[in-house]
């Protein structure tokens, strides 16, 4: 064998990426012409005389992380922290930095390798647009459910491999200026599998696009649902396909959804298949169970091309299949479309469902609190503010009362003034009603959950009032 520091080795190395060469017949030592290697042999030709050692097209090549093993069994290696990687379908060696700068996209066979969750984010989201909701989620374990190991141990493994709390990335955005709400799964995390904590951050992303008027935009990879999760995981699916009958069909609003490889199980039973618009990427696996399982239901062969995104959208399943270069193109042009419609019908949210309790809603009641309480400190101890039973039914002595309040808060401490003694003041009744000819009256039901405040616990709704 020849060793490593001698120029020889860089001899064969070079030979390697030449013309194959046809191997020699092996011929011993004491040959005529053959030299022997020494620290101390005179200078050596650069004529390789053995065989050479390449890989025949025909085997398939080596792993060099296997190889790296010695033959023992490793574990799955992460190859696109490296500099190289091999494309699945046609073996091709890629080299990363070029490969993201294609969208993870083969330059050999033009088949599309998986995406992470944050890559899709920048891919169709524009620069500095991206704000993330519902970041803190984390799933439990409600069942205490163990396998080959506990699932909380799985939920810590996977957190650490990706960085996420769950498989699934949700926020706002703009696509070419457009406002969106997207939510993008990540297949990295146990598979891309839908827990609940996957169903309340979808579920959350769309009542907050019906709640603003938002196209609801999902991009599917996962392998179903989480078994570790049982009952809990399969009620996402219509907890999450409810909130999109609220999206759809009451608030007419959009939704497109984008299936990638591989969108399996449960994910496609529900909300991979709900779409407006569905679209699929070029050679994506699409289905409910798989090959095999159908293949042993049915005793019968199935199709090469069964469950791909070009034979679902042969047998009328999909709308488009669009290739991951021109994808946010294509979205962009979509939505300009359906916003500009002339004959779009105008929605309407179901009563009850308006004002929903979200994480974006809490935070504007608790700022615009602190705001009025800021503005509006009166002599009453409640920031200036009166409070009525009911917004739909004030009285004028209320209404009177918050008037004193507001905008003479030194006068009094807060007491209500008599209805006799402002209608016998000729001066008092016309200046209230140039005030309220010339203000406006904001209304903010007190929630004491919202507001840190104690409550009885079948206390009637208040609502608080001010002038603006």
Not at 4 to 33: I, N
Not at 447 to 454: I, N, Q, W
Request: contains cysteine.
């Amino acid at each position: 064998m020849l060793s490593a520091g001698t120029s020889r080795s860089c001899t064969v190395q070079r030979g390697c990426h030449g013309p194959k060469l046809a191997p020699a017949p092996f011929r011993p030592a004491s040959a005529p012409g053959r030299r022997s290697v020494s620290a101390e042999a005179e200078p050596v030709s650069p004529i390789v005389s053995g065989p050479i050692s390449v890989n025949p097209s025909a085997s398939p090549a080596l792993d060099p992380v296997a190889a790296a093993a010695d033959g023992k069994a490793a574990k799955a290696v992460d190859r696109s922290k490296g500099l190289w990687t091999r494309c699945d379908k046609c073996g091709t060696i890629l080299y990363i930095k070029h490969l993201k700068e294609h969208h993870h996209i083969c330059f050999g066979c033009n088949y599309h390798l998986k995406m992470s969750s944050i890559e899709r984010v920048n891919h169709l989201i524009d620069p500095g647009t991206w704000r993330p909701l519902d970041e803190t989620l984390s799933p439990v374990d409600p069942l205490e459910f163990t396998d080959l190991k506990p699932y909380t141990d799985r939920i810590k493994e996977a957190q650490e491999k990706t960085g996420l709390q769950d498989g699934v990335r949700t926020g706002t955005g703009l696509l070419h200026g457009i406002p969106v709400a997207l939510g993008v799964m990540d297949f990295t995390y146990m598979g891309g599998s839908m827990g609940s904590v996957v169903g309340e951050k979808l579920t959350r992303l769309i009542e907050y696009a019906t709640q603003e008027g938002m196209p609801v935009i999902i991009v599917c990879t996962s392998g179903g649902a989480r078994m570790q999760e049982g009952i809990f995981s399969l009620m996402q699916m219509a907890k999450i396909s409810g909130a999109l009958h609220l999206h759809q069909n009451c608030a007419g609003l959009l939704y497109i959804a984008i299936l990638t490889s591989p969108t399996t199980g449960g994910v496609t039973a529900s909300f991979g298949m709900l779409g407006d618009v569905i679209i699929a990427e070029p050679q994506a696996i699409i289905g409910f169970a798989g090959r095999r399982v159908i293949e042993q239901t049915l005793q019968e062969q199935l199709p090469d091309d069964f469950q791909t995104a070009e034979y679902l959208l042969e047998h009328g399943l999909l709308d488009l299949v669009v290739p991951r270069s021109f994808l946010k193109g294509a979205l962009y042009e979509i939505m300009d479309f359906y916003r500009a419609a002339p004959f779009k019908q105008r929605g309407a949210i179901p009563f009850g469902v308006q004002h929903g309790t979200f994480l974006t809603t809490e935070e504007k009641v608790r700022r615009r609190w602190a705001q009025w309480a800021r503005s509006g400190a009166g002599a009453n101890g409640n920031g200036g503010l009166a409070v009525a039973s009911d917004s739909s039914a004030v009285s004028y002595r209320e209404l009177v009362s918050s008037f004193n309040t507001l905008l003479e808060p030194a006068k009094g401490a807060g007491a209500p003034l008599e209805l006799t003694e402002l209608l016998s003041d000729p001066e008092a009744l016309p200046a209230a009603m140039e005030l309220a000819k010339e203000s406006k009256i904001e209304w903010m039901e007190r929630s004491a959950a919202l507001l840190g405040r104690s409550a009885p616990a079948a206390a009637e709704p208040e609502y608080v009032f001010r002038m603006k």
